[in-house]
């Protein structure tokens, strides 16, 4: 294979849009990206897949030709349990999963990149992660723990993007500081007493105890946090019940908390803590609540590394850059921030429907644009 065509990738994309799969079970897609990368220039690269602590997981390494540093790119691979309604002729084929929030075109991007390096062999030596478990169970941290990047592994710097639909097609976003919010997963059982619809006396009503949890906790954003910074509490799915007339004996929720720091975090877990005890006195229930980071660290880029990226796309001609906010998306990226220098970035997806919706749609001329300014900015890094 040499350069891959514009078509090429874009055939690329739409393939592995069709084969979305769930964290840690992204088996077809590592099998597909496997097939891709063997299909490349590999003669300076080596490739660790079948790994067998992450078996979705895949690194290709690229030999450079005067190496003074490694230098990482990581895509994430996984999807969601999202049933798509986008009516696309390529639309997902696995039943309620998708690619909501557009890792097929992450993979693509990086692929892209890959082809570019190993049919114009870089300078120094880059690192590519296809990284399983994004959207839950931190494939990130999971890959630090297993010591995927120790040895010739180990990045000097990092870089990811994710894309973002607000921004136009193939334009690159970024911010000094803080791009996305750490997160933790919450999870709340509530264990009462099942009974008749008729009798509600007999009965202790799990319903209507999450009910009142669920709106409690709509004051603690607007209640207990400075309003001048930045909090997220969603609740986004509810479980309770069997039948109209049995009143439910237990109820869970599972949600997601976002701050843009620790302490925010922190701060919002222990109001939850409060509101969760006050509903079990309150309504002479069991209420278990329990939280998980995980490797969701707020995504802090590196000053030196992200003005240096900044000061490349704001003045690349290629390029359209934009200053962003910070963003109460979450990303396990943050916890590899964490560990080694680095900045993430969006690309631009333009489109009218949100990640996460079931109509998410990115504009695919993103993918050509988006790997041509990463490759220029790459080149440059290599050499300054
Ligand atoms: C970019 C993006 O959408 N990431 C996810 C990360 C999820 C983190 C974790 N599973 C949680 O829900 O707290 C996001 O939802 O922001």
Redesign the pocket.
């Known amino acids: 294979m040499s350069q891959l065509t514009n078509d090429e990738l874009i055939q690329i994309r739409r393939h592995l849009h069709q084969i979305p799969e769930l964290a840690m079970h992204e088996v077809q897609t590592r099998d597909y990206l496997i097939e891709v990368i063997s299909q490349m220039n590999l003669e300076y690269a080596e490739i660790r897949d079948q790994i067998a602590t992450l078996p979705t997981a895949i690194l290709v390494r690229v030999n450079g030709s005067d190496p003074l540093r490694t230098i990482g790119y990581r895509t994430d691979i996984d999807a969601l349990p999202v049933d798509e309604q986008t009516g696309l002729a390529y639309a997902s084929q696995h039943p309620h999963v998708m690619h909501a929030?557009g890792h097929d075109v992450h993979m693509t991007v990086a692929l892209g990149v890959l082809n570019h390096f190993l049919e114009h062999r870089p300078k120094d030596n880059l690192v590519f992660f296809f990284q399983p478990a994004?959207?839950?169970q931190n494939g990130g941290k999971v890959a630090f723990e297993q010591g995927l990047f120790e040895g010739k592994w180990r990045p000097d710097e990092f870089y990811g993007l994710?894309d973002n639909p607000d921004l136009p097609a193939g334009s690159i976003g970024c911010r000094m500081g803080t791009l996305f919010a750490g997160?933790?997963?919450v999870n709340v059982d509530f264990r009462g007493k099942s009974g008749h619809a008729a009798f509600p006396q007999d009965a202790n009503d799990m319903v209507v105890a999450a009910s009142q949890f669920i709106n409690q906790v709509q004051t603690i954003i607007s209640r207990s946090i400075n309003p001048i910074e930045s909090g997220v509490i969603t609740f986004g799915l509810m479980q309770a019940g069997t039948i109209r007339n049995v009143i439910s004996g237990s109820a869970r929720l599972e949600g997601?908390i976002r701050g843009l720091t620790q302490v925010m975090i922190e701060r919002i877990i222990e109001r939850l803590k409060q509101v969760a005890a006050g509903i079990a006195s309150s309504y002479d229930c069991d209420v278990d609540i329990q939280f998980n980071q995980g490797g969701?660290l707020p995504v802090e880029n590196n000053p030196e590394l992200t003005k240096r990226l900044i000061d490349f796309f704001t003045q690349d001609d290629g390029t359209q850059f934009i200053e962003t906010e910070p963003a109460m998306?979450?990303?396990d990226f943050g916890y590899l921030l964490a560990k080694f220098p680095g900045t993430m970035f969006w690309l631009g997806v333009n489109d009218d429907s949100q990640?996460?919706s079931a109509t998410f749609k990115p504009d695919e001329a993103a993918i050509s644009k988006g790997i041509s300014s990463i490759n220029s900015f790459l080149e440059y890094r290599m050499t300054n």
């Open positions: 929030c994004e959207e839950s994710h997160t933790t997963e997601t969701y998306t979450g990303e990640l996460h």
